[in-house]
T-cell receptor
Framework: DVKVTQSSRYLVKRTGEKVFLECVQDMDHENMFWYRQDPGLGLRLIYFSYDVKMKEKGDIPEGYSVSREKKERFSLILESASTNQTSMYLC?????????????FGPGTRLLVL | GDSVTQMEGPVTLSEEAFLTINCTYTATGYPSLFWYVQYPGEGLQLLLKATKADDKGSNKGFEATYRKETTSFHLEKGSVQVSDSAVYFCALLLFRGSARQLTFGSGTQLTVLP
């Protein structure tokens, strides 16, 4: 089974703090993704990565950056946390083979910014 | 742009009732379609998928058929259980050059009463 783990289930930070959210997958997947989930808005893509050291912006990258130094690890960074970044953050990984791709999700990190 | 529209919730059913959650999509290409389920306090789990027109995805008693003519992918289950209470997300995956993006609906909360 694919396993995607996230470093924290719950996190409380103060406005202006730098926040790191870590995601690790154990299936040697090339692709990794960060989403945020907010009530009534579904999931929105923040950033994704198709290879080590490679990143691309999703739909809502403002206020976020990412790092992918190793294939299995994809980090989301909030350079200066703000209250509107209070949300549930979900990491996913996937393998693209023969024109088909399925994304597998971690358990999520619920972040509260005070 | 590409989008997914799900029936609004919450949906409340009695155990053993028939379930339908409607999902329609707008896309310029030929997307793969997915249903994900999120149980309370957890991340998203893939429930089923379909990659081309007339494909039927099925899992755990749930089914959905990819209807290109009506651009729909409605989720159905003949007899729901209390353990099916969760949030259900419809999603589409489109390929744009070398990039692939998963677009989610806003989710439908299902509560099944004993």
């Amino acid at each position: 089974d694919v396993k995607v783990t996230q470093s924290s289930r719950y996190l409380v930070k103060r406005t202006g703090e730098k926040v790191f959210l870590e995601c690790v997958q154990d299936m040697d997947h090339e692709n990794m993704f960060w989403y945020r989930q907010d009530p009534g808005l579904g999931l929105r893509l923040i950033y994704f990565s198709y290879d080590v050291k490679m990143k691309e912006k999703g739909d809502i990258p403002e206020g976020y950056s990412v790092s992918r130094e190793k294939k299995e690890r994809f980090s989301l960074i909030l350079e200066s946390a703000s209250t509107n970044q209070t949300s549930m953050y979900l990491c996913a990984s996937s393998l693209y083979v023969a024109g088909q791709e399925t994304q597998y999700f971690g358990p999520g990190t619920r972040l509260l910014v005070l | 742009g590409d989008s997914v529209t799900q029936m609004e919730g919450p949906v409340t059913l009695s155990e053993e009732a028939f379930l339908t959650i409607n999902c329609t999509y707008t896309a310029t290409g030929y997307p793969s379609l997915f249903w994900y389920v999120q149980y309370p306090g957890e991340g998203l789990q893939l429930l089923l998928k379909a990659t081309k027109a007339d494909d039927k995805g099925s899992n755990k008693g749930f089914e959905a058929t990819y209807r290109k003519e009506t651009t729909s992918f409605h989720l159905e289950k003949g007899s729901v259980q209390v353990s099916d209470s969760a949030v259900y997300f419809c999603a589409l995956l489109l390929f744009r050059g070398s990039a692939r993006q998963l677009t989610f609906g806003s989710g439908t909360q299902l509560t099944v009463l004993p």
